[in-house]
């Protein structure tokens, strides 16, 4: 993007699209980078966060997910971990052990999990079958052959970062409208009408922050879809009455056939199933909560015999499970904030971070520059023909 497209931008008013996390954290550093925006945040639900934000497993786990995604979690540790002043009373992280277990036939999978991870802040590093059962007692010894652990890992207060980005986003100006849903967007001249079955709502920039609807809303928009993937993922809780549970840690299936950790005085339990649908608020399949209970009471003593809630969301991947976060080729005043797969959470200071410096300056800040992220491996560009 040219200086002029950045100054015409910097003057702009800015629609953001999708009330998440992706788009609140969006919201947030935009007016953080620049206060005199004039912005506005747009939720089809009327609840922000209703659909994948609120319902992750809220991890924090570094040594996840393809290169730049590593490299946008180092981009959003720091904020994470020590929230900038004033912006909540409240920490976002606690810290919590993530185990992968894997039985003898997964040996493989082990020194696989432990050379791509052999570089990360906290590299991830293999303990004794007895030193990961003092971290989760109800751990069946028969079967289990070696667990590795990140110890850097944690569990996200995800309403607490969430409320704290809109809140600051309200107190500096922001507008947000819940309850509207984008049907289309037309630009006429240098400006985008967004359209909504009530009314019509004039931007200058776009940021398509819609989670799982990205494509449908750039299409709608007349832009070029980029081929993003919705991906069931269902997670329930059980009851537990082990008084010191917060004190457990995490354990994974090492080839991710399931996991399940600490949720309060509940565990939070997973099948870690990825199966493709379309965007839509998306419900449990009894079946993919049965196959995990099977399999998690074969790893465990749990004796899991019921489910107190059990939900699904939608993880969003591009085709090379990287985000998508910049400007499009054909129009620089659409901008992609989406592809957040099974990290958005984690991510989002990062992602809200970048998208912010693309829009107002044109390019990463130095922020991004200890991080090895390579804009390029998150552009839009990536997916147009050259
Ligand atoms: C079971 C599960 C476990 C997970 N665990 C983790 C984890 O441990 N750690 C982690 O970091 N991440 C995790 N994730 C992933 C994380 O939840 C997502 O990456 C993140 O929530 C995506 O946020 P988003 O804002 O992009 O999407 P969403 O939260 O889905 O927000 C998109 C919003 O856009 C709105 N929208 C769509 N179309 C329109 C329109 N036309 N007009 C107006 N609004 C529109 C939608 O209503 C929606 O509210 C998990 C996800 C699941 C399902």
Redesign the pocket.
């Known amino acids: 993007m040219d200086t002029r497209q950045r100054i015409e931008n910097l003057r702009k008013r800015i629609g953001v699209?999708?009330?998440?996390?992706?788009?609140?954290s969006a919201a947030y550093h935009l007016l953080k980078a620049d206060n005199s925006l004039d912005i506005i945040l747009?939720?089809?639900?009327d609840q922000?966060?209703?659909?994948?934000?609120?319902?992750?497993?809220?991890?924090?786990?570094e040594n996840d997910g393809t290169q730049s995604t590593r490299s946008i979690v180092k981009a959003s540790v720091d904020f994470l971990l020590n929230p900038p002043e004033g912006l909540t009373e409240n920490v976002f992280v606690i810290p919590r052990d993530v185990m992968h277990i894997a039985t003898v036939e997964q040996s493989a999978s082990v020194d696989r999990l432990l050379e791509e991870n052999s570089s990360g802040r906290i590299p991830t590093k293999e303990i004794s079958k007895s030193e990961a059962k003092k971290r989760f007692p109800a751990l069946r010894e028969e079967g289990l052959d070696r667990v590795v652990v990140d110890e850097g890992a944690g569990d996200?207060d995800v309403h607490c970062l969430h409320q704290a980005y809109l809140n600051y986003f309200r107190k500096n100006g922001g507008k947000i409208k819940t309850s509207?849903?984008?049907?289309s967007a037309t630009k006429s001249g240098n400006s985008w009408s967004l359209e909504t079955k009530t009314e019509e709502i004039s931007v200058d920039v776009i940021v398509n922050?819609?989670?799982?609807?990205g494509d449908?809303?750039a299409s709608?928009a007349g832009v070029e879809p980029i081929g993003l993937q919705p991906k069931r993922?269902?997670?329930f809780t059980v009851n537990s009455n082990e008084p010191d549970l917060q004190e457990w840690g995490m354990i994974a299936d090492i080839d991710l056939r399931f996991y399940c950790k600490p949720d309060g005085k509940q565990l939070l339990c997973?099948l870690a199933e990825e199966n493709p649908s379309e965007?839509c608020d998306a419900k449990h399949d009894e079946a993919d909560v049965a196959l995990a209970i099977e399999r998690i009471n074969a790893a465990t003593t749990l004796d899991i015999r019921s489910v107190q809630t059990a939900?699904?969301?939608?993880?969003?991947f591009a085709p090379d499970r990287s985000m998508v976060i910049g400007s499009d080729s054909d129009d620089h005043s659409f901008f992609w904030?989406?592809g957040?797969?099974?990290?958005?959470?984690?991510?989002s200071p990062g992602v809200g971070r970048l998208l912010a410096d693309l829009l107002t300056e044109g390019k990463p800040s130095e922020h991004f520059e200890k991080t090895g992220l390579k804009h390029k491996d998150v552009s839009p560009d990536r997916f147009r023909k050259k």
């Open positions: 699209i999708g009330g998440g996390i992706a788009g609140a747009v939720e089809a639900e922000l966060g209703y659909h994948t934000t609120g319902r992750s497993a809220a991890l924090l786990l996200i509207t849903r984008i049907d922050a819609a989670g799982a609807w449908q809303v709608r993922r269902t997670a997973s965007p939900w699904t969301g939608l993880r969003t904030c989406v957040q797969g099974g990290t958005g959470i984690m991510t």
